[in-house]
């Protein structure tokens, strides 16, 4: 019979292991029909930690605003689930009917991926276009060295305060400086904010806007890039890590004759920037005159409950609401402690949040809904509720306490018929015939026969699930092992991430369009040899790839023709090319994948 219990044992362990992978990765929208010109949100959600994030493509949208990330913390019967979320707003250009791809991301070594998603776009309102809402930057400043980029281009990360208390909000501004003109722009790495729990304000403006802001001496074209509320989790000296990005810059140069002389003259250079790390300094809540009913509210807050009815038949339900309002770490506030009569049958509370993220911080409204029901009949009080918050802005803490209220429940239609417990839960009083006390003796009771317990089968299906277990878990780690080298996995990918532009470029050939067509085979073919050769799409020119596929120990006749290949489609997109034909160049690109995969 031990053999029996372990192998149960052992079963129940495996079974509760898998199922405590429950994770989610979803995506939603705010609204699936929309019209041309009108905004709407979509959120993609995962309830644990993920990274390597990839948003689907937006085609036939405005990214308007996005990523935006926030995280929350949700605490039930000692169980904390961290949620994640990235929003984006976007804005519908034309009509017809859209799908929006899934987004993916890897959760605990897993890749996962969201639903698709339809958007119907009916007739709006005209579509402002994107030189219309971007606020470009001012001319008129003045012009640095342009030797040395470090002064022409940076980014500061600009906190409210560095010294705050656990919990305190924080204002977190990336903010970018610029004395050059800025073709394109891409993020390298958002910060992780290690420390503290964050949430992005979102910006509502299709583009950034300039202003103009002079900093040691220097008037600079300015633009807030990225706004992050924070709220720190632990007490200590907690470092904001930098934000990187790549710029493609146009910057003075030396005049070559007198058309330059008179028009200017520019180059274009791209150009890694990174913000400075910023140390937070953050101070423990004080010990002296905290509340015994303080549960880490930070802030400035008000309280107030109510009821819809204070008269009312047994097992008839009363609204019992209490709501928050306020500035602070709203959405980190704990359940409130509540003591309602023990005669009541309490159910968990609807939670419900109004709450809006700005540069003044997180303030709104969180209101608790509970739904109460008393089981019998009689005078019942419903006690003051209290609530405690610590004020930063005054150091101290304080208690705000709600009004009771007096219930009167008369007696209900089938009161006779329901059990109650004493207020200390444990004696049990039996009303009416519906429930009786629990038989402990075996007299009378018999096993009846069984052929499959105890058998040679029966101890066979016990030991599948453990097997089966450990089979998943075996897999999921040769999974974690294989998809761990990046490199590896970028490179092995690569080919497929090729076929997917060449597609697109076979579609653009049968549409006879000659600009989209070559577009797509340079992209194509970069973006290939990027994942191949690990090499960031930014850094790739001629002489990186040939250096490199020299390395490889590819045939310089390979190499010769891939770099064609790449001149002609680049010239391709600015000026007609009659000596070769568009099948011709779709072949020879294909060919040339092949090739290199071949060789390497």
Known sequence: MNAKYYILTLLLFCTGALFAQNVKFTASVSKNEVGTGEQFQIDFSVNGNADGFTAPSFNGFQVLSGPNESTSMTSINGNTTVSTSLSYILMAEKEGEFTIGPATATVDGHRLSTNPIKIKVVKGRPVPQNGQAQSAPDNSVSQANPKDLSKLLFIKAVVDKTNVYQGEQITLNYRLYTLVGIEQSQVDKLPDLNG????DIKNQQQQVQFHIETYKEVRYNVADIKQTILFPEHAGDITIDPLGMTFLIRVPTQPR?????FFGSFKEEKYKVKSAPVVIHVKPLPEAGKPDSYAGAVGNFKIEASIDKT???????????????????LKLLKALNTNFPADFEKYDPKVVDTITESVNGVSGSRVYNYLLIPRHQGDYTIDPLKFAYFNPATNRYTTLTTKSFHIKVAKGANESNVTAFTADKQDVKVLGKDIRYIKISDDGLVMPGNKLFGSTWYFILLLIGPVAAYGAYTYSNWLIKTNSDLVKVKSRRASKIAAKHLANARTQLLANNTQAFYEDVFKGLYGYLSDKLNIAYANLDRETIASVLKVRSLSEQLINRLLETIDLCEMARYAPVTHISKQEVFEKAKGIINDIENEI
């Open 257 to 261: 004759d007198i058309m330059d002389q």
């Open 196 to 199: 503290f729990w964050n949430e």
């Open 311 to 329: 008269e009312i038949k047994a097992n008839d339900a009363i609204n019992y609401k209490v709501k928050v309002t306020g500035s602070g770490n």
